[in-house]
């Protein structure tokens, strides 16, 4: 069962995940790089220039437990596996450093999708 990472985490990443892949870096060569396409406009975290790097960041502030069980909820979810607990079993039982697992999750263009299969299943 899952203990490092709960529904609302997974959620926020399911959200800036769909965020960043929707919002592009911005174009620095131009002078207004965010186009008014809301109003006020959205914006990533204070700090962070777009929302690929405010979903990065994310990522990366969470434990590593945390990452290695939402690895194993988008493996779950891309039918990787069938059973919730053989998805952790598995995934979190490798031994494989955090910043290898973000780069995967980041990798993935159906993360969000693959989450939200994961969480209907959970």
Known sequence: ?????TYGKVKQVMGLARQAAQNPAPDV??????????????RPQPDAVSWKSAFCRYLADMPDAAI?????LYRLGAGEFDRLDAAIVETCGRDTPKDERIAFLE??????DALEIALNAW
């Open 29 to 42: 060569t131009v002078s207004n790089p965010y186009p008014v396409t809301h109003d006020p406009p959205l």
């Open 1 to 5: 069962m899952l203990q490092d990472i």
């Open 68 to 72: 290695a069980e939402l690895e194993a």
């Open 107 to 112: 990798s993935r263009r159906d993360l969000a």
